[in-house]
């Protein structure tokens, strides 16, 4: 079953601490993406990576870092400069970015509650 | 600056009425525009996108450029149609989204 995985669907961290947010996609996408979801203002773009080895900020990168070792995985680590990091994390992905568009597979999301 | 614009934080609606979700955009250029749906306990998914011109579950949404929208519609509600909506515009190697309306349809 093609899709993509985000886990763990649940993540509980002390203030300080970094956590990494694992999405893992097997529909052999090249473009993926890293969004927040807040309540009251939608989804906001976080990262993305349209190639291996090749990534981009997107509107709220700070305080956020990912690396794009392989095609399936795209990993986010929150850090503790993040300053509010409580929030809904939702990863997508799509075949390829431009020309015709393909929409974006989203994962299950993970929500992280920092105390 | 581009942007997307959901006026509504929540619409609240009978089982068969007419809904209209709207949304209005910012782009220079010519836009292409969609709209995601995401279902209790579902992942976020495309209902429809506006260069396709289809009709999914009901809903129909027409670009018209000279206001600068593009507003969902169904014209009779269903309570299964209950769900967080979101206009998203396309930009050069992003998506853009709105901050969402959550319709609820009431028996």
């Known amino acids: 079953d093609g899709g993509i995985t985000q886990s763990p669907k649940y993540l509980f961290r002390k203030e300080g601490q970094n956590v990494t947010l694992s999405c893992e996609q097997n529909l052999n996408h090249d473009a993926m993406y890293w969004y927040r979801q807040d309540p009251g203002q939608g989804l906001r773009l976080i990262y993305y990576s349209q190639i291996v080895n090749d990534f981009q900020k997107g509107d709220i990168a700070e305080g956020y870092s990912v690396s794009r070792e392989k095609k399936e995985s795209f990993p986010l680590t929150v850090t503790s400069a993040q300053k509010n990091p409580t929030a809904f994390y939702l990863c997508?992905?799509?075949?390829?970015?431009?020309?015709?568009?393909?929409?974006?597979?989203f994962g299950n999301g993970t929500r992280l509650t920092v105390t | 600056a581009q942007r997307v614009t959901q006026p509504e934080k929540l619409l609240s609606v009978f089982k068969g009425a007419p809904v209209e979700l709207k949304c209005n955009y910012s782009y220079s250029g010519s836009p292409e525009l969609f709209w995601y749906v995401q279902y209790s306990r579902q992942r976020l998914q495309l209902l429809l996108r506006?260069?396709s011109r289809e009709s999914i579950k009901g809903f129909t949404a027409d670009l018209n450029k000279g206001e600068t929208s593009f507003h969902l519609k169904k014209p009779f509600a269903q309570e299964e149609d209950s769900a967080m909506y979101y206009c998203a515009l396309k930009s050069t190697n992003k998506l853009i989204f709105g901050t969402g309306t959550l319709l609820a349809v009431q028996p």
């Open positions: 506006h260069i």
């Open positions: 997508a992905s799509t075949p390829k970015w431009g020309g015709q568009y393909s929409p974006l597979h």
